[in-house]
Each structure stands twice: as structure tokens, then as C-alpha cells.
């Protein structure tokens, strides 16, 4: 999934539930807060990096034998990548989470050709996902743009983007796919009139940056798939931290399960006979 989609529901409502909550203030986006994302970034690719180095294993989930049991079994386990879910950076709020799931019966073409089809993940990701298409497509790298939007606390929140996707295979058995946003921008009274879409970094700040982590590895008939999805929205007030908390866990967690079933779901749904060409298709 790529994974610029995946914690999209959760992330939006957290921010709504964060706005309804809190004082009205301005919410653009700082220098200072985008260099903080940017070190945070680096360092989760320096953790891929050390698993493509055998410092630790490939897959989150071989990391423990209950999630590993749990993921044989049918379940999905998500956990907090950091602390929990959460880092305060300045200005705002960092997100960052990781679940898995196993397909049975998937190899690692039937998996791209979902997770690489951005055209059609409007489909595959809907309702949250409005509409997709691909903007530029090589044999690695893909170039993509979505509009999404969640409904929470009576306020209907609405993002356009663009997305860069960049895939390794790694062997016969395993790959990785990195993902980030380029531009993401609010979409003001959406559905109403006076729609218009606001400029980068300004608005209620309900996501301002995405960045995503995909992992798999074929094997014992199918395809393990995990993914770790960290996002920077604005921050949460302290005076109602205490309360949106146990929110925030509970968003993040069930919109990463929802994200993973729908991919397993999207998988067993096509034909293997479509092959990778889908990567590249509006």
C-alpha cells in the first residue's frame, strides 16, 4: 500500500476530534515542525535499512512468537511504533504505527497488483478514498494523486495529494515499498459551495505530511504484508490530551486493521492473470 491511505481515517478524525476540542488558532504549518518531521523520517528509514541489513529481522511480526502465532492465525496485530502512537515534535504531532496481516494464497505479483494500482484505489480503499489516479509511472517508481475525506464530530474533513511511490524487490521471496507525500492541501467547504482548495500547510492542519513503509515476504502458501504508517497533523492542546488519547489508540488501531483486511480483501478479489501491469493504470 503504498501506505499513504493507511491510517487516513484514523489520522482525520483524530485532528477533528483535536480542532472540536480545542481553541480556535492558527494551525499553518512551521518550518521548525517540518524539520523535525524530516529527522523523524530519516530515522524510521534508517530502522529499514538495518532489517535489509540482517541487524534485525525482515518482518515486524517475526520479532515476537505471539504476533507471529497471532498473524498465523487470521488476526491482525497492531501496535504503537513509538511510545504511544504519538511524539510531540513542534507545533505538532507525530504519528506512527505498524500492523500485519498474512494472505493466504497470495503471491508477491498478486499483491502488487493491488498495492502498486493506484488508479484504483478508489476502489479498493473506498469510502475513505474518493478518488485516485497514476501521474507518472517507471518499472520503480510511481507517481500518484488521491482525494479523501471522513466525516467526524459533524465536521466533514477533505484532502487532495500527491504521492511518491518507490518499490524494491529484495530477493525471489521479499520486497519493501517507501512512500511519501509531495503536496498535500485541505479542501475547504467540501461538497458545498465556496469549495476551494486551500494552499500546502494551511487550514486545520488534519494531516500535513504522510510517509509509509510496506514490507513483505511469500511464504507458508501466501504472502506476510506489514505495514508502518507515520503521519504529521497538528497538535492535540494539553489541556485535552487526557482525553484524546485513548481516541487516538483506538482510531489508529482499528483504521490500520480496516486498511490491512481491505487490502487481503482486494488481493482475493482479482484474477492472478492481471499481473504487474496494473501498477501503471489510471
Known amino acids: 500500500m503504498s501506505r499513504s491511505i493507511i491510517t487516513t ?14 481553541p480556535a488558532h492558527a494551525n499553518d504549518l512551521q518550518q521548525e515542525t517540518i524539520n523535525a518531521w524530516n529527522a523523524y ?37 497492531v501496535a504503537p511504533a513509538v511510545s504511544h502512537g504519538t511524539q510531540k515534535v513542534p507545533n505538532g504531532l507525530i504519528h506512527h504505527w505498524i500492523g500485519g496481516i498474512f494472505i493466504p494464497g497470495a503471491t508477491i505479483e498478486s499483491l502488487s497488483v493491488v498495492s502498486q494500482n493506484y488508479g484504483a484505489y478508489k476502489d479498493f480503499y473506498k469510502p475513505v478514498v474518493v478518488d485516485s489516479r497514476v501521474m507518472a509511472c517507471t518499472s ?44 498535500v492541501q485541505e479542501i475547504e467547504n467540501y461538497g458545498r459551495a ?52 485513548p481516541i487516538v489508540n483506538h482510531l489508529s488501531i482499528n483504521s490500520l486493521v480496516t486498511t490491512l483486511q481491505q487490502t487481503k480483501d482486494a488481493v482475493n478479489s482479482l484474477q492472478p492473470a492481471h499481473g504487474e501491469g496494473a501498477r501503471c493504470a489510471n
Not at 481515517?9 to 480545542?22: E, G, R, Y
Not at 504521492?163 to 520486497?175: P, S
Open 9 to 22: 481515517n484514523a489520522l482525520v478524525a483524530i485532528a477533528l476530534f483535536a480542532a472540536a476540542s480545542a
Open 41 to 77: 523520517v530519516r530515522t524510521a528509514d534508517l530502522r529499514m535499512k538495518d532489517r535489509l541489513d540482517s541487524k534485525t529481522s525482515f518482518l515486524w511480526t517475526d520479532e515476537s512468537t505471539d504476533r507471529k502465532q497471532r498473524v498465523g492465525r487470521g488476526e491482525i496485530p
Open 140 to 183: 520503480d517508481d510511481q507517481r500518484f494523486w488521491m482525494r479523501w475525506q471522513n466525516k467526524a464530530l459533524f465536521v466533514t474533513a477533505a484532502i487532495e495529494g500527491q504521492y511518491q511511490a518507490h518499490h524494491v524487490r529484495v530477493d525471489a521471496r521479499r520486497g519493501y515499498e517507501i512512500a511519501d507525500s509531495l503536496q
Open 194 to 245: 465556496g469549495q476551494r482548495l486551500l494552499p500546502p500547510g494551511t487550514g486545520n492542519g488534519y494531516i500535513w505530511r504522510v510517509h509509509s513503509i510496506a514490507r513483505y515476504e511469500e511464504r507458508d502458501g501466501g504472502v506476510d504484508l506489514e505495514l508502518e504508517a507515520i503521519a504529521l497533523t497538528r497538535d492535540i492542546p494539553v489541556s485535552v490530551r487526557w482525553l484524546v488519547n
